[in-house]
């Protein structure tokens, strides 16, 4: 059996003013930074340590991911920094109120932007300064590969990949992984473990600062996965993601 952690990064400044944020490179809250202590704290209460960790290239997971480590006393473990990773782009959303926006064009039409399979949100255009195109972080990337705006189904054909050809390589191996990534990189990656429907997977929701553990098969099947923490904060926190497009 293999067991893979899962952690979606601490709320960001934009969590908690309740914005689209996407690949807007963004950093923790406060409140972010307790999570992710609290997630280090939890998972060596556990008993988790871990060979190597998969992150993305924003700041909120980065930062994550640094103070996991440092809680678990791992600073010498190898960090695989990869945009493959990064959280789905919300278009010309990112920055916007989700609160305000629902007002404006409906609960409705915010949910298909937020979690529909295919919907994408209103591209942004690449001349707009903060297009990922012009932040260099990216400038390995073929032009094709930096989005404009993502639906689910583009981060699933990014994540996918990425978790088949390299990080399932090092579960494969024995290795103890911890990928410490994103709302949505992490939603397309556990729709593909648990193979869920894609008219159900806009439902599923991730709180911040959570570990979820999966254990896998030989086969890296889900045998069965779980939160750590205290149950009760745990369902305020999942509750808390599902209401943030709504306009009241």
Not at 47 to 66: E, H, P, Q
Not at 105 to 128: A, F, G, I
Not at 210 to 222: F, G, N, R
């Amino acid at each position: 059996m293999y067991k893979l952690v899962l952690l979606r990064h601490g709320e960001s400044l934009w969590n908690k003013e309740n914005r689209f944020t996407g690949w807007t490179d963004i950093d923790l809250s406060e409140t972010g930074i307790k999570e992710a202590k609290e997630a280090g704290e939890v998972l060596k209460k556990e008993g988790y340590s871990f060979d190597i960790i998969y992150t993305s290239l924003l700041k909120r997971a980065i930062n994550t991911t640094k103070i996991v480590v440092k809680e678990l006393g791992l600073e010498d473990i190898p960090i695989v920094y990869d945009w493959h990773l990064n959280e789905k782009h919300y278009g010309v959303l990112q920055g916007m109120n989700k609160r305000e926006t629902a007002e404006k064009y409906s609960e409705e039409q915010v949910l298909l932007w937020r979690r529909d399979y295919n919907t994408r949100p209103p591209e942004m255009p690449q001349k707009d300064p903060n297009h990922p195109i012009h932040d260099p972080k990216y400038k390995d990337l073929e032009e094709k590969d930096i989005p404009s705006t993502e639906c689910l189904a583009d981060v699933v054909a990014r994540v996918m990949p990425y978790y088949n050809d390299v990080i399932a390589k090092d579960i494969k191996a024995g290795k103890k992984v911890l990928i410490s990534a994103h709302g949505n990189s992490l939603r397309a990656l556990i729709q593909y473990l648990d193979n869920i429907p894609e008219e159900e997977i806009a439902v599923l929701n991730i709180p911040t600062g959570i570990p979820l553990v999966y254990e896998l098969d030989d086969d890296l099947k889900p045998i069965k996965h779980y939160y750590l923490g205290n149950p009760e904060e745990i369902s305020k926190k999942i509750e808390a993601v599902k209401n943030q497009g709504k306009a009241k």
